[in-house]
């Protein structure tokens, strides 16, 4: 255990390396400083969400659909429940939506796309075709199917959406690994004896993320969104819990309360828009870090 | 000497052909024997099959390359087991240290844990073990503050030092044969000569034999004690390193000492070798340099020329014998280390080699 962990920390970041990555993510245009702001801002209210706002399910019938106050200060919903409360904790379940998502999809998808492309042949033949019947299907229609089948729980819609995306990651990861198998360092490799396991985890794989971080960067918004829209259809998170999707179909049914559909749909924009003002950082950074 | 008797390797009549759009016969027939702790060079021009068929020794070609004859490695039949075996025998019997350092080493890897894990791999030491060994070879090798820089990875070092951890990689696990494809060639000249210094001392050390594949026979002169000549696909002549320089007994070797630059000539243009090399797509008839060759004659168009003993090949051209009364006379010599200066032409040279500029006839 300790051993294996000290071997990956010996292995991942020297001093120099690290001064070079960390010196290559900081932003340098106007809007990724905003999306680095934001994203920030967010992820703080979000995680300090008990300290700063009142219980999200309390419901106050007494004041519904009030508009924003000292008290209530997105205002209250349709039950009289806290808006900003329930803002800060449906982003607790988008954001766990966003990242089980991408960790599931591209899991599976890396493991699926790196044998497929190192085995190459036959097997990647086999292994693509079942790729492109998934990609065959929207995916949001795929992850409408398997919610549906499987039932709104906030799980259920992580694998639903994962279900989904792996194959997309799976192509890329392919891809990817196909080009580098054939550089010059992984014959080398073989000519030292590596076995393919060894080969394949430890030579190709490392070398073959590059494309991939920026895409997944970006992908955390478009999870979030996907899980909103699961969540919005009915589909993702079952409704006492507040969630973003969950929290604009509510207030479809009072347009004329601005400030109901406001809240989510702005957290919604805000956050997702930050993401892929973000993404530009690490896109460069890809490029930048050196060793090719 | 004992060692004579057994080689290390024994290469008899290897082939290797990419199935391209057409068949590309990049080896077409080579045999020779390698004795413990020999230097030999291998010299060609690129394309002439003499990275091909080093590799081809433990299988390290793409799939669509298909190999026949036989490699026999320490006794074993290294084209007869499985890719499982082989992976204990490379690295572990037979290291590779490959032409460009830029591209051979693993970029996002310190240079430490490449090293590192190659003699984990090999010798199955603790990791505390194997990185002092590493830290050892490093130093060994010519890295200056081996310790600190294990932990660097090889976009911070520079070629020469790349080259140099790239040879440590390959001698770590005591190889008894050291295959060094070009190893100098992607370097600047001042680095060349120290690199192979040090490939000759750390193949002394522990009486490894080293192929050193090179299109440069500046290169070969001062390291191995014999060398093979390859051209298209063939080996056309071999001999010790001192007779290929004074006695070349091919025109193709001739024509190389004749194209290097002299200091003490005047000279207008560099002397080139005229044509272009066989396309291996296509099948040879009779010699594959006869195209090029200044000295010609009918024979060459119409036969290829096995490797003869010099006096069969002057015999054999003075008495026009056929190939099986060379065979016979010769008994189909292979390149090794006792063998005689070898020669695959009708018409050889005739010595001392006069260093002029060829006239086209």
Known sequence: MTAGRRRRLEGAVAPARLGAAVDSLRPRTFLEGYGVAVILVMVAAIAAAPLIAPDPLAQDLTSPLAGPSTENWLGTDNLGRDLWSRILYGGRVSLVIGVFVLLTAGAVGVLYGAVSGYAGGMIDAIMMRIVDIFLSFPSIMLALLISAALGPTIRNAIIAIAAAWWPVYARLIRGQVMAVKEREFVTASRALGAGPVRNLFSTVLPNSFGVMKTIFVLDIGYAILAGSTLSFLGLGVSLPTPEWGVMIREALQYPTHWWFILSPGLALLLFVSAINFAGGIVTRSVHEVPGR | ?361
């Open chain 2, 1 to 361: 000497m004992s060692e004579h008797a057994q080689p290390l390797l024994s290469v008899r009549n290897l082939k290797v052909t990419f199935r391209a759009k057409s068949l590309v016969r990049a080896v077409r027939g080579v045999s020779y024997d390698l004795a413990v702790g020999e230097r030999v060079g291998l010299v060609g021009e690129s394309g002439s099959g003499k990275s091909a068929g080093a590799l081809a020794v433990v299988r390290l070609l793409p799939d669509y390359a298909e190999l026949s004859g036989s490699v026999t490695l320490e006794g074993a039949d290294l084209m007869a087991v499985t890719e499982r075996e082989l992976r204990s025998v490379r690295g572990a019997r037979v290291g590779i240290v490959y032409q460009d350092p830029f591209s051979s080493l693993n970029p996002v890897l310190t240079i430490g844990k490449q090293l590192t894990e190659v003699i984990r791999t090999h010798k199955g030491i603790g990791r505390r073990t194997a990185r002092r060994e590493a830290a050892r070879l490093l130093d060994v090798v010519g890295v200056p503050n081996a310790d600190e820089r294990l932990a660097d990875f090889p976009h911070q070092f520079s070629g020469g030092m790349r080259q140099r951890a790239v040879m440590a990689m390959a001698v770590a696990p005591r190889p008894a044969l050291l295959i060094a494809d070009e190893p100098t060639t992607a370097l600047d000249v001042t680095v060349q000569a120290q690199l192979l210094d040090l490939l000759r001392e750390l193949t002394s050390e522990h009486r490894t034999t080293m192929l050193l594949i090179t299109h440069d026979l500046g290169v070969v002169a001062g390291v191995t004690r014999r060398v093979m000549v390859m051209y298209a696909g063939r080996i056309v002549e071999s001999s010790s390193t001192e007779d290929v320089f004074t006695r070349a007994s091919h025109p193709y070797t001739v024509a190389i000492h004749n194209s290097l630059p002299r200091i003490d000539v005047r000279q207008e243009r560099l002397v080139t070798i005229e044509g272009q090399p066989p396309d291996p797509a296509r099948p040879v008839v009779g010699c594959p340099f006869a195209p090029r060759c200044l000295s010609r004659i009918d024979r060459c168009t119409d036969e290829e020329p096995p490797l003869m003993t010099i006096p069969t090949a002057r015999r054999a051209a003075a008495e026009s014998w056929d190939l099986p009364s060379i065979s016979e006379e010769d008994g189909d010599p292979v390149p090794g280390p006792d063998s005689p200066h070898l020669t695959a032409c009708w018409n050889p040279p005739t010595h001392p080699v006069e260093h002029e500029s060829p006239v086209t006839p």
